[in-house]
């Protein structure tokens, strides 16, 4: 009685593809994401190096649109090259291959950050089925699906110790009047809560602005439940 009435009110799918998402790629990815990033760095040693920075930056977008292309999403987010592959064999395929996209991302100054970055693919699943009569998924559903998402993977996450410093969730729910460069700013803004943090590595002292990277417990409050998008985040961008 008890799954019936979960699998009714849709409760396990943002929870299962959450795991899924862990178990099949990030917890596979993850921990060598430090490798190809520092590989990438000494080959090109003419570009800015940020250690916090050297992460896997996942966009997960709580309307679950995504760009098959990035560049598309934003003219300021640029395409620079693949990280080096991961190979592996994996469920009966010989030689699957993982890789990551680094990318170039202008910001209003025109100065360059350089990051892996790449959407939370599941969200995809998410929203196809928004679109499918089998599956009867509302819009408020749907949202409230991948906030449930956001929150079981970082809490996921947050337990993986070989995940550990190696990834960086943007969560974000983009507002009607967003302009065409909502998602490079986005990006941008958490790049610079990580440079700020390497800083305060460094200089053994705080950093400038506190951090306002989304936990669980905030995600509820700031996200609006109305059926105008809201920005996340109010400071400025």
């Given at each position: 009685e008890?799954?019936?009435m979960?699998e009714?009110?849709?409760?396990?799918?943002?929870?299962?593809?959450?795991?899924?998402?862990?178990?099949?790629?990030?917890k596979?990815?993850l921990?060598?994401m430090?490798?190809?990033m520092?590989e990438?760095?000494?080959?090109n040693?003419?570009?800015?190096a940020?250690?916090k920075?050297?992460k896997?930056h996942?966009?997960?977008?709580l309307?679950?649109?995504?760009y098959d292309?990035?560049?598309?999403?934003?003219?300021k987010i640029?395409?620079?090259?693949?990280?080096?592959?991961?190979?592996?064999?994996?469920a009966?395929?010989?030689?699957?291959?993982?890789k990551?996209?680094?990318?170039?991302i202008?910001?209003?100054?025109?100065?360059l950050?350089?990051c892996?970055?790449?959407?939370?693919?599941?969200?995809q699943?998410l929203?196809?089925?928004?679109?499918?009569?089998?599956?009867?998924?509302s819009?408020?559903?749907r949202?409230?699906q991948?906030?449930?998402?956001?929150?079981t993977?970082?809490e996921i996450?947050r337990g993986s110790k070989e995940?550990?410093d190696t990834?960086?969730?943007?969560a974000y729910?983009?507002?009607?009047?967003?302009g065409?460069h909502?998602l490079?700013?986005?990006?941008v803004?958490?790049l610079?809560q990580?440079?700020?943090?390497e800083?305060a590595?460094l200089?053994?002292?705080p950093?400038?602005?506190?951090?306002?990277?989304?936990d669980?417990?905030e995600?509820n409050?700031?996200i609006?439940v109305?059926?105008?998008p809201?920005p996340?985040?109010?400071?400025?961008?």
């Open positions: 008890m799954s019936e979960s009714r009110s849709k409760q396990n799918v943002a929870h299962g593809l959450a795991w899924s998402f862990y178990v099949g790629y990030l596979i990815v921990p060598r430090k490798k190809s520092e990438f760095s000494r080959a040693p003419n570009l800015p940020c250690r920075t050297w896997l996942i966009l997960v977008p309307s679950c649109d995504i292309d990035l560049e598309k999403a934003d003219s640029q395409y620079v090259t693949d990280l080096t592959e991961t190979t592996l064999a994996r009966g395929i010989k030689k699957r291959v993982y990551h996209s680094l990318y170039a202008t910001d209003e100054e025109n100065q950050w350089h892996a970055v790449e959407y939370a693919t599941p969200l699943t929203y196809a089925m928004s679109q499918d009569e089998c599956a009867a998924f819009r408020e559903e949202l409230e991948a906030k449930l998402f956001y929150r993977l970082e996450l995940c550990a990834y960086r969730l943007i729910e983009e507002p009607e009047e967003a065409t909502f490079s700013r986005e990006i803004w958490h610079r990580e440079h700020h943090e800083i590595v200089d053994q002292s950093p400038p602005s506190p951090s306002t990277a989304l669980s417990s995600l409050l700031q609006s109305s059926d105008l809201q996340l985040r109010t400071d400025g961008f």
